[in-house]
């Protein structure tokens, strides 16, 4: 099946608000115990970038796992940024700042980063190489890549299968979502095909039939 682009930003309010309320506990908790593994320095007191950061749920998961870091959230919606802002607890605000910009033009408060993650935003870009290039710009030799996104299926009906798996009980517009998501994604061959052509070394796991999870550490 080819790839079918689905709006970059998310920035309808009715869309922000379902995706900054809906229940990301099971993905978003594997990315941060993932990451962890990873990453298992638990006194990691660096900042992290955390790239398309929507309402921030994986930013707040992250710096209550790394008490001691600071992260930088972006992303290109205003309503998204907004909704992170609200959602943020007292004792994390001296922590996360969010940022509102357009990658790869937005320009960022530090010219490297000791953590970058990215959670779901890869399968949004129309062009996939803007996420590897801006990684590849603010990582220095030792930064730790963390990514995670969505597969494509083989097939519409495999799509809409794993729309009813998965997300039979929530919202519409959820759903609608989700399944413009499946077809936006990439496959696991595609997403090698853009490390290689970015020059990076990185690890590609698939880790379930919808997600892939890429570690590496800069050279
Ligand atoms: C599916 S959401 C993922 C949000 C968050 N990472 C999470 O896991 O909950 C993808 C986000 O990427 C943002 N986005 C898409 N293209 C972008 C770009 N070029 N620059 C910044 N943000 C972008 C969208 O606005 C959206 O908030």
Redesign the pocket.
Known sequence: MKRVLEP????DEAQVKA?AEAD?EIP?SQ?IERLQVFVNEPRFSGTAL?????????SRRFAKAYPLSKVYA????AA?INYGKLLIPDELKSRIKFIH????H?SLPQADYGIIF????LH??PDPM?LWDVIKKYAVPGTRIVVMDLLRPDSIDEALTMVQAYAADEPDILKR?FYQ?LLAAFRMDEIAGQIAQAGLDLSIEQISDRHVFITGVAA
Request: charged share 15%; net charge negative.
């Open positions: 970059e930003l998310m920035e995706y990301f978003h990315f955390d790239l398309g950061c929507g309402p921030g749920d994986i972006v992303d290109g919606s998204m910009g357009l990658l790869p937005v990215s959670n779901s935003l949004h870009l803007v979502d998501s």
